[in-house]
């Protein structure tokens, strides 16, 4: 109930039994006295009818206020509200768009990188071909060498048989002389002149073998001729063909030189393009991250995702009590797995536990407990107090185990301030709703849980110690201590453990608890 209405209430009560007094004493004086302590009783009845509207007025107008300034509150809440979701909206565009940047950019990276090989293909088909014809040239160059000195050995066989057809010329004149000037010779013998005409028809038939010779020399130089001439042909056809593929190489290798330039500086641009896919990369990871980080999950979610991940953790306790009878203790809640990087905790609040903090403490003889999650069930070898508040236990588990149980390991909040709402899930009853908190600067490891803010979303919302405290964004802000105050996981250090076993009478429990139960007495008296 508000102050103000609660004031106006009471003034109204206590001006009623003032009326109600004075009617009482009019009634036992005479008349004449009645007459006029009624006179003067009016107006302290005027009075109090005019006090008791000023006072009304004053509590409407103070309501009218603190109801224009809710208003206000509430419009600057929407304001912010739409203001954080249009920076959002801005946001997915921009990564959105920086996205279909770098798949651009990896496009013509690709498309430069084929036809960049293209290229370098194209070159060395080149290559060889410049190769092949300059082993043909080459060839060529050889043959032709071949041929002009086969033509000079036969102009030099050539000018010797013209030599000695010359030779055999003047022989032949110098005989027909000897023969004309021994024709009138008539003493001369008849063998003489036979064997002179033998010799002669001899030198006739050499003449004429040389003849031939000359004839055969003449048509093989002719075919020489021709060789060479159609090696000269070649020769030239190949030195044309020569010039040319020097000038296709020269032209190229400058193509090759402006390739590479331009291979180098599409390398250098395709380094620039994969730094800053790189960076667009580490700017969206942290886009995303922070958009992931400021963007409001629903509360439904949240408990749903809550439901499917919980790990079931019970626990036993026992001790022989009077006349031996057996005394055992047993508990269950649900909880969540964290981390702190390395190790992975199941956390929970102590009440949920068999063991309890009191004065003096109990000294039990065995504790046991076990985590279940579907068909995963394994035991638990000790759970830990936290440094913070030792009412809050971490329960260590294995990599192992927690593959085996095979569900989520919850974010400890980063930034706990992101959002002025929380979600609170019930450890033992099924039941969460939505909550504000505010920051106490007396307790500055606590957030303090507003009550008058709490609203129920399933199952009867009664906040109470133990319940799981998550943000908007779906990440553990921590567990509450008690009713009203929740305990930050800004660590994982331990100020003390309990082995669990069939006989844990050496560790002397009850020294340990009560001596938690000790410093949680020394908290302020609202943490307690």
């Known amino acids: 109930m508000n102050r103000s209405i609660l004031i106006v209430i009471c003034d109204f009560l206590l001006l009623s039994l003032v009326t109600f007094s004075t009617a009482d004493l009019n009634s036992i004086v005479d008349e004449g006295t009645r007459t006029s302590a009624k006179i003067d009783l009016n107006p302290n009845q005027s009075g109090s009818r005019q006090d008791l509207a000023a006072v009304m007025k004053l509590a409407l107008e103070d309501e009218r206020r603190t109801r224009d300034r809710l208003v206000g509150e509430l419009t600057q809440t929407k304001d912010t509200a739409g203001k954080q979701q249009n920076l959002l909206s801005e946001r997915e565009k921009l990564l959105a768009e920086e996205r279909r ?31 092949e014809r300059a082993k043909q040239i080459q060839t060529f160059q050889q043959n032709l060498k071949s041929k002009e000195q086969q033509a000079v050995e036969l102009e030099q066989e050539r000018n010797a048989l013209e030599q000695r057809i010359a030779l055999s010329q003047n022989n032949l004149q110098n005989l027909r002389q000897q023969l004309q000037s021994t024709a009138a010779d008539a ?134 009590g009077l006349f031996g009878l057996d005394v055992a203790k047993r508990k269950e809640a649900d909880t969540v797995l964290v981390s702190d990087g390395t190790n992975f905790f199941a956390l929970c609040h102590v009440e949920d536990t068999a063991v309890a903090f009191e004065e003096p403490g109990t000294d039990w003889e065995s504790i046991t407990g076990t985590l279940s999650r579907n068909a ?22 294995s990599g192992a185990q927690v593959r085996e149980l095979g569900c989520k390991i919850y974010r400890v909040a980063t930034d706990p301030y992101n959002f002025q709402e929380a979600v609170l899930v019930g450890a033992r009853e099924s039941y969460y709703g939505e909550c504000k908190f505010q920051i106490d600067l007396s307790t500055p490891q606590y957030l303090k849980m507003d009550r008058g803010l709490i609203r129920g979303l399933f199952g009867k919302f009664n906040p109470s110690r133990g319940d799981l405290v998550f943000n908007r964004t779906g990440d553990l802000l921590g567990i509450m201590a008690n009713s009203s105050y929740c305990l930050m996981l800004n660590g994982f250090a331990g100020s003390g453990s309990l082995h669990f076993g069939e006989d844990v009478r050496a560790q002397r429990t009850s020294q340990l608890l009560a001596q938690f139960s000790a410093r949680v007495s020394q908290l302020p008296f609202k943490l307690q």
């Open 101 to 131: 940047a770098r798949e651009r950019l990896m496009s013509e990276l690709t498309q430069t990188k084929d036809t960049v090989g293209k290229q370098q293909n194209l070159l060395t088909e080149r290559e060889k071909l410049l190769a």
């Open 187 to 320: 003493l001369i013998s008849k063998e003489k002149v036979t064997a002179m005409e033998e010799e002669l028809r001899r030198q006739q038939g050499q003449a004429a073998g040389f003849q031939q010779q000359l004839k055969l020399m003449a048509a093989s130089n002719q075919v020489v001729q021709a060789e060479k001439q159609q090696l000269s042909t070649q020769l030239r056809v190949a030195e044309t063909e020569k010039r040319s593929a020097t000038e296709q190489l020269v032209k190229s290798l400058d193509e090759v030189k402006i390739e590479r330039a331009e291979k180098a500086r599409l390398t250098e641009h395709a380094d620039k393009l994969a730094e800053g896919v790189k960076t667009l990369a580490a700017n969206s990871g942290e886009l995303t991250k922070e958009i992931r980080e400021h963007r409001p999950v629903a509360p439904n979610t949240i408990f749903n995702e809550f439901v499917t991940n919980r790990v079931h953790a019970r626990f036993s306790a026992h001790r022989a």
């Open 376 to 397: 995963a069930f394994f035991s638990i070898r000790e759970m830990v107090f936290h440094m913070a508040d030792p009412r809050v236990i971490m329960v260590p588990i």
